[in-house]
């Protein structure tokens, strides 16, 4: 049985893949947790490859709180240096709509918020 959870991890995992192919991402924003258990999540493999953080992913109105407004996608990123973070931003937010219709919560509406929280 897929319940909303499992709907809702499936999403945020390909929103982070997604974003992960956008030029001049370097990573999505690291949480609190991630950052106290970094040699634990660096450590963290899939198939010999690194595993994306999705704690940079944000996901609003999903589940019994799903309205007509749909989902509301906050997405944290951090920037290489070099270039331009406005040009950065749209391209996530265009593969994050992407991603979002493509898995089972696509059919709704998507709202997408990007915010560049860093430069390396």
């Known amino acids: 049985m897929v319940t909303r959870a499992h709907d809702e991890r499936r999403l945020v995992e390909a929103v982070a893949a997604a974003v992960g192919e956008v030029p001049g991402v370097a990573f999505l924003r690291p949480g609190l947790a991630a950052r106290l258990r970094a040699t634990a999540a660096s450590a963290r493999r899939v198939n010999g490859a690194p595993t994306a ?7 609003r109105g999903t589940g019994s709180t799903r309205d007509a407004d749909g989902l ?12 331009r973070a ?4 749209r391209a996530v937010r265009e593969a994050v709509t992407r ?19 860093g430069i390396v």
């Open 72 to 83: 509301a996608l906050e997405v944290f990123v951090v920037v290489h240096r070099g270039h």
């Open 86 to 89: 406005l040009d950065v931003t």
């Open 53 to 59: 953080s999705t704690s940079g992913i944000r996901v």
């Open 99 to 117: 991603a979002a219709r493509t898995t089972p919560a696509g059919p709704v509406p998507v709202r997408v918020t990007v915010t560049v929280s």
